[in-house]
């Protein structure tokens, strides 16, 4: 009879827990800031290694907007043109800068890119690239960027 009385109580604190656990992991399962920054970085720089255009735009705001005024759309369809080079491409990326304020963070780092060899061989392109980011549903997505424009020039 006692048992029944604390089924009611285990089910509440198993369903608290469970949601909980839900939030957390819907939040960003504990990890900080910073970490999700440098892995959203280190996505994208194998995404564009194996010229997967939706990985990479799932880093991308949907309000996308840089000074060279190109909106989401725009480098979509600039991805869209390089992936459909044949080459490999090779990408190294090293974060010189990361900044975050709230739910915004600014981002500099130092790319070399090159297309059909890898980085370092000789006709790879250094970039700096620098970033905004915000966090928005679902995580830490650019709203802005410039630098990468460069990498346009190996198409």
């Keep these: ?10 089910v509440v604190l198993a369903a608290a827990a469970g949601g909980g656990y839900y939030y957390w992991r ?5 990890e900080d800031d910073r970490q999700q920054i440098l892995e959203l970085v ?6 564009v290694e194996e010229k997967r255009l939706s990985s990479v735009m799932d880093c991308v705001s949907q309000d996308y907007q840089d000074k060279s005024g190109n ?6 369809q600039l991805m869209v043109a390089a992936f459909r ?17 709230g739910n915004e963070a600014t981002v500099r780092a130092e790319v070399e890119f090159s ?9 790879s392109t250094r970039l ?9 549903a679902g995580g830490w997505r650019v709203y802005e960027a410039e630098g990468w424009e460069g990498a346009a020039q190996e198409f």
């Design 1 to 10: 009879m006692k048992l029944r009385q604390w089924i009611p109580t285990v």
């Design 26 to 30: 819907s939040t960003g399962g504990g």
């Design 42 to 47: 280190a996505g994208v720089e194998r995404a």
């Design 71 to 76: 909106d989401r759309r725009a480098l979509q």
């Design 85 to 101: 080079d044949s080459q490999p491409f090779d990408v190294l990326v090293q974060v010189s800068d990361l900044q975050i304020n």
């Design 115 to 123: 297309v059909g060899q890898p980085v370092g061989m000789g006709g």
């Design 128 to 136: 700096t690239v620098a970033g905004k980011l915000r966090r928005e």
